[in-house]
């Protein structure tokens, strides 16, 4: 008997139940994930924008902040913060078991996609293990309680309605793309431009295949009449849909005027080019890129242009801003992972004895045994994970600790300088901010320039100026970091002016005396 045959065509057999395994390892390193490392960093500020729209109606001035409230601020994620805020009425667990579903509903739906769920002889089972396992594991240490990942969703259900769309000509579901859009450039205005890049480009697309049959293996479906009408309408649908939006016009604009900030593409991690010299970047996001890069070379099937024209749409945000790769792993896998590399394994035919059979039907009870029992733990894993999720401040990032944040309640500062990263926190506990994640209203009335020269001066020409800059906003308090050096030397140089009330490893507060503001 060939041994060789006999283990093909145990594989075989079993293979085809290979994706639901690794569908559901996602799962539970993605819960996983987010339960160690979930930070709520802006929520804050987005939850008192929503309870402020509830209360009052649309939020016209930079509320919260005492440097630039009077100012007028777009709030373009306004949905974002009202879905939050109602969310955070029924205990702020439920941000927490929020963000778990929205993960699993978007893993799904790649996954998919992806062509986990079909019975298959030769999966691409090594593409899985290698791409589909440390890219969904990255995104889900990724996520946060912010509207980028709501925009997540979005991109997923655009790429599954536009590869149907393409691949198999259903019309009809491309008309839902500008109802989503609606809801897309109110929950995140920011982002919302991709709807119409991924409209835009299938269209392009498919008017180039009525010139161009194929490029080597690229095939450009030749498109009819009824195809360039149906995708025309529901492009100019989308981007009308974008218009809805308490801003009109202006939203179509605000990504752009993002876009050409350098100060915020330098200062602010999250819009930073993805560093390949960082072993961790390189090995869980370049490396991954690099394979489904790999599978578009290695596959011997037709590839659709418009699907490869949307991958590579992606690496090019992504390696402009990391902020990205949510996206990228999300289109890779709707629209790349079909065409992963496979394991060649061929049936062949083995002869076998009686007792060869019996030996044969005792292992498929235990391999029917193993993977039922492996599914129903990660099965039972997921819900608990899940349903058992707790808000915990402990580790949280952008948090003050409680003893501090009595002491600022008792104090009341005015006009604090306080550290952008908890900005929203104390926004939350109704203390006025210098500073915080909102940075485009800041940056607009100068004051993100002003705050960077304060905290962090580069030179003594800088140190003099940012002696200037607290006699002109006439501080009252300080909430500092350990790592604003600088300036707590120069608080501390100062002990008639500044009393320093608390200190530990992360944070410093102090106090103006009187008569000194």
Aim: aromatic share 14%; net charge neutral.
């Amino acid at each position: 008997i060939n041994m060789k045959v006999k283990i093909k065509d145990y594989l075989n057999h079993y293979y085809h139940y290979f994706g639901y395994v690794i569908f559901l390892m996602i799962c539970c390193v993605g819960v996983y994930k987010i339960n160690q490392s979930f930070e709520m960093n802006d929520a804050f500020w987005h939850i008192k924008t929503g309870e402020w729209i509830v209360q009052h109606g649309m939020v016209k001035n930079c509320i919260g902040s005492w440097i630039i409230g009077d100012k007028p601020w777009m709030a373009h994620e306004w949905l974002f913060g009202v879905l939050i805020y109602l969310v955070s009425c029924m205990g702020m667990r439920w941000i927490v078991i929020g963000c778990h579903l929205l993960y699993l509903i978007v893993v799904y739906l790649c996954c998919k996609q992806a062509g986990l769920f079909r019975k298959n002889q030769n999966p691409p089972a090594l593409y899985w293990m290698l791409v589909l396992l440390p890219q969904f594991a990255v995104y889900a240490n990724m996520t946060v309680a912010r509207p980028q990942y709501v925009s997540a969703l979005f991109v997923a259900a655009f790429c599954v309605i536009l590869r149907n769309a393409v691949l198999n000509k259903k019309y009809k579901p491309m008309y839902l793309l500008p109802i989503i859009t609606v809801l897309w450039v109110n929950i995140h205005g920011g982002t919302a431009m991709l709807s119409y890049y991924m409209v835009g480009i299938v269209m392009l697309i498919s008017v180039a295949g009525i010139f161009v049959k194929n490029i080597g293996k690229i095939s450009f479906d030749k498109p009819d009449g009824q195809w360039i009408g149906h995708i025309f309408i529901v492009f100019v649908l989308v981007v009308a849909a974008n218009l809805i939006n308490p801003y009109g016009w202006h939203m179509l604009i605000y990504p752009y005027e993002n876009m050409q900030d350098s100060m915020m593409l330098a200062y602010i991690s999250e819009w930073a080019s993805p560093d390949a010299k960082n072993v961790l970047t390189l090995v869980l996001e370049i490396l991954p890129l690099l394979l489904g890069i790999f599978t578009i070379v290695q596959t011997d099937k037709q590839i659709n242009a418009s699907m490869l024209a949307l991958f590579f749409l992606y690496i090019v945000l992504f390696l402009r801003s990391e902020r990205f790769l949510t996206y990228l792993v999300i289109v890779q896998t709707c629209l790349i992972a079909p065409y992963a590399f496979q394991i060649e394994l061929s049936p062949g035919k083995s002869k076998t004895l009686k007792n060869e059979i019996k030996l044969k039907q005792t292992h498929d009870k235990i391999n029917n045994g193993l993977l039922l029992g492996i599914t129903v733990i990660q099965v039972i894993f997921v819900i608990i994970t899940v349903s058992g999720s707790q808000y915990s401040q402990e580790n949280m990032q952008g948090i003050v600790p409680d003893e501090l944040m009595t002491i600022l309640e008792q104090d009341k500062p005015m006009r604090m300088l306080n550290h952008y990263n908890v900005g929203a926190y104390l926004m939350d506990h109704d203390i006025q901010v210098f500073v915080d994640g909102r940075y485009e209203p800041y940056k607009q009335q100068g004051v993100i320039q002003d705050y960077l020269d304060i905290m962090n001066p580069e030179s003594v020409t800088k140190s003099v100026h940012m002696q200037e800059l607290l006699e002109k906003y006439q501080f009252d308090a300080y909430l500092l970091s350990t790592t604003n050096v600088p300036l707590i030397m120069y608080l501390n140089k100062h002990p008639d002016k500044y009393s320093l009330e608390y200190q530990d490893e992360n944070w410093l507060y102090y106090n103006v005396k009187a008569g000194e503001t």
